[in-house]
T-cell receptor, first 117, second 116 residues
């Protein structure tokens, strides 16, 4: 079956602009999580959505936001881009979330590499 | 707050030799533990997880990991490394509470270089 699909794979923006990244989870997966990967900070959790509701949010400023649609597809948006937002943004999907489903494996997409100039 | 430490930024090993990537964690309670691998320009791929039970967990591609509760460690091992194992390896933890959802806390990563 198809994996997690992220678009676009690469993009370049300038400071002050905004960007929207898209993630299509594996069919049947209802949880979508987003992570930011940078050389300096490593992998950091952004947020998780399950059944169109934000379940968790990481320690990022309000410029970072997301949403999930009824078909489980998710988007994340970063407004007023800063140079430090340059990163690989990874989306991951899972069948369930939390509790007994906590052992569920996250399946990651290939990521969207954002460069802010 | 939980934290995961991978004390080695890079591990060099000759092909055919044993490979060990170290991971220790600081988390309240008994977390779920995971190992993921990342190849260049790719996302993370799941290798194995510890839920409960046997302290030795076997995973994909011949990898295994040993859970040690007293040392709060979860070291990744492979008896005989291949050149194709060269990649970036991440250890991660997830709390066993519903409120934690699927949030993973990752270590900083260890780059493995297997030389022919």
């Amino acid at each position: 079956k198809a994996g997690v699909t992220q678009t676009p794979r690469y993009l370049i923006k300038t400071r002050g602009q905004q960007v929207t990244l898209s993630c299509s989870p594996i069919s049947g997966h209802r949880s979508v999580s987003w992570y930011q990967q940078t050389p300096g900070q490593g992998l950091q959790f952004l947020f998780e959505y399950f059944s169109e509701t934000q379940r968790n949010k990481g320690n990022f400023p309000g410029r970072f936001s997301g949403r999930q649609f009824s078909n489980s597809r998710s988007e994340m948006n970063v407004s007023t881009l800063e140079l430090g937002d340059s990163a690989l943004y990874l989306c991951a999907s899972s069948l369930g979330t939390g509790g007994a489903s906590g052992a569920n494996v996250l399946t990651f997409g290939a990521g969207s590499r954002l460069t802010v100039l | 707050a939980q934290s995961v430490a991978q004390p080695e930024d890079q591990v060099n090993v000759a092909e055919g030799n044993p490979l060990t990537v170290k991971c220790t964690y600081s988390v309240s309670g008994n977390p779920y533990l995971f190992w993921y691998v990342q190849y260049p320009n790719r996302g993370l791929q799941f290798l194995l997880k510890y839920i409960t039970g046997d302290n030795l967990v076997k995973g994909s591609y011949g990898f295994e990991a040993e859970f040690n509760k007293s040392q709060t460690s979860f070291h990744l091992k492979k008896p005989s490394a291949l050149v194709s194992d060269s990649a970036l390896y991440f250890c991660a933890v997830r709390l066993r509470i519903k409120a934690a959802g699927n949030k993973l806390t990752f270590g900083g990563g260890t780059r493995v270089l297997v030389k022919p």
